[in-house]
């Protein structure tokens, strides 16, 4: 499965973005899809995913009630609304797809190249 993110750029606080990742090369229904981000000197870490089934959904603490994940298997896309963002939002974000549910990084099979999502002050 390849992946590939789009939808980043600069936003202010309070601003809202919506990420896409588009899945080509497999069965993406198959898996979770995951979003993970990583901010300079980081390391990366779980935002959210959604079930293979778009039927559940499970967040980071730090995003919860801000973002949502969602994902069109018909379009073999999957999404990441980010409401209400802030500074410390900033950081590279990267879909993935996944056989089980986890937050963990190395549980994630496939990753897209990630986008850039800058939040001003």
């Known amino acids: 499965v390849q992946l590939q993110a789009s939808g980043g750029g600069l936003v202010q606080a309070g601003g809202s973005l919506r990420l896409s990742c588009a899945a080509s090369?497999?069965?993406?229904?198959?898996?979770?899809a995951g979003w993970f981000r990583q901010a300079p000197g980081k390391e990366r870490e779980f935002v959210a995913d959604?079930?293979?089934?778009?039927?559940?959904?499970y967040y980071a603490n730090a995003v919860k009630g801000r973002f949502t994940a969602s994902r069109d298997n018909a379009k073999n896309t999957a999404y990441l609304q980010m409401n209400s963002l802030r500074p410390e939002d900033t950081a590279v974000y990267y879909c993935?797809?996944?056989?089980?549910?986890?937050?963990?990084?190395?549980?994630?099979?496939?990753w897209g190249q990630g986008t850039q999502v800058t939040v001003s002050s």
């Open positions: 090369g497999g069965t993406f229904s198959r898996y979770y």
């Open positions: 959604s079930s293979w089934d778009n039927y559940s959904t």
């Open positions: 993935a797809a996944g056989r089980i549910r986890s937050s963990a990084v190395h549980d994630y099979n496939y």
